[in-house]
C-alpha cells in the first residue's frame, strides 16, 4: 500500500517535494513510479526509480526539473519538483512492482491511491 502526499498550491517557478510511503517489507525491493492525471486528461507515467536507486527514468517534460529519489529505510519515495509550470498541474500518484517496466507504463490490474494535487498557477 503506498500513499502520496506532499502537493499543494505552488507558482510558476516554484518547487514541490511529493512523498510516497510505502509500508511492508516488500516496499524495499519494489521498482517505484510516479504518475499524473491533469483533468480531461489520461494518466501519464512522470519518474521512475529501481529498487535499489540506481536506475531512474523520467518524462522529457520534466527532464533537468524533477528528481525522484528513494529512502528504503523510511521507506519512502521522493519526488522533488523545481521551475514548476502550470502545465505541470495534475493530481499524482505512485505505485510499486516488480520491475521498472511495470512502474512505467498503465496496467489494467493498477490499484491507485487518492493521489495528491498538485496547481501551478502561471
Known amino acids: 500500500h503506498l500513499a502520496e502526499s506532499g502537493g499543494g498550491l505552488v507558482q510558476a517557478g516554484g518547487s514541490l517535494k511529493l512523498s510516497c510511503a510505502g509500508s511492508g517489507r516488500n516496499f524495499r525491493t519494489y521498482a517505484v513510479g510516479w504518475f499524473r492525471q491533469a483533468p480531461g486528461k489520461e494518466r501519464e507515467f512522470v519518474a521512475a526509480?529501481?529498487?535499489?536507486?540506481?536506475?531512474?527514468q523520467y518524462r522529457d517534460s520534466v527532464k533537468g526539473r524533477f528528481t525522484i529519489s528513494r529512502d528504503n529505510v523510511k521507506t519512502t519515495v521522493f519526488l522533488q519538483m523545481n521551475n514548476l509550470k502550470p502545465e505541470d498541474t495534475a493530481v499524482y500518484y505512485c505505485k510499486g512492482d516488480d520491475t521498472m517496466p511495470l512502474v512505467t507504463t498503465l496496467g489494467s490490474s493498477d490499484v491507485w491511491g487518492q493521489g495528491t494535487q498538485v496547481t501551478v498557477s502561471s
Open positions: 526509480i529501481n529498487w535499489n536507486g540506481e536506475n531512474t
